[in-house]
């Protein structure tokens, strides 16, 4: 979509907008154009909205605003103030289109409201990226996920269904789903007494489905290493690859690491990592862990660890765990 919007012309009238529709296979009409001062737009028209979910937001750099259009119609209309910020902006455009691709063109209404929700969404995270730094735990934790994505899920099930099974850049508790199974990927530095960290009752209840644990250990190397990566290289290294397979991959995998709140800083090439080993376990009988129906009235929010040593008896073969969901069927599978 950044081609075809540099490719608008700006109107020479002043006051004109020279709009074109988004994507004509889009059920809303959403359009994306350039106004007489060469501001870059994005809107969506659609039946009147006239509820308190409807409030906009305030987004950085940008002017968010109805129009009436009579009928019982509006329009929301994006204008972005600074064209160097027009990659981002088309990232957040995107987004909005695809959290918006199953609503049909008769609910545009609803199709505005969660357009709308999706703007709030946008806005809180587009603020932490500005203001936050991944903390050394987050940067091996996103890296854990890059690699089981790159080397477990890419090459069996290809790139947009392995984007689309990745949960975690959005904070659901599972990392990935894949048809009815759940991976949860925990990864750690190389120790002596390894532990698995889990971040709430919910992550390990099998109520929610089948759960595999993918628990992979790093170790620092010097940068020079051929085989070491820092976060940056990875992400770049992926990034090529999704890019390569079109149909708006890169872009979702962009959208991806904004949500991670992933953005290319210099401390992220202060360590190199690489992976030393890597095990599923599945998350069954006795399992060690604490679930929902475990806890007496008034306790929640339970954050634990499992001495990866205590797991061995769970240990599921890989290959043939993959190859048994590469052989689902695909409705079944993603």
Sequence with gaps: MLADWQAIASPGEAGARNVRLADSTHPLDFRIGRDFRGRYLFQLDSAYVPTPASALPRLSGMDCEWDELGNDRVRLCLVLHHKENLSNFSLMCTGLMLATESITATQSARGMLRTIEELHRWQEMLRRRRDTLLS???????LGELLFFRDELEPRWGVLPALHSWNGPEGHEQDFVVGGTIFE??????????????????????????????????????????????????????????ASAGSHAGELFEIA???????????????????????????????????????????EMVKYSIRVSDCQTYVVDIEKTMTELCNEPSSERL
């Design 257 to 299: 690491m904004l949500r991670a709140g992933y953005e290319p800083r210099d401390e992220y090439d202060e360590e190199s990592w690489v992976l030393i080993d890597r095990a599923f376990y599945e998350v069954s009988g006795d399992f060690p862990r604490i679930e929902r129906a475990d806890l007496r009235k008034g306790v």
């Design 136 to 142: 050394r735990n987050e940067q091996i934790g996103l």
């Design 185 to 242: 990927v925990k990864t750690q530095v190389v120790t002596a007494d390894r532990r698995i960290r889990i971040s709430s009752e919910d992550q390990l209840d099998p109520v929610q489905g089948r759960i595999l644990i993918c628990n992979q250990g790093v170790a620092p190397l010097p940068i020079a290493d051929s085989s070491a990566r820092t976060l940056n290289s990875l992400v770049a290294e992926i990034g090529m690859q999704v």
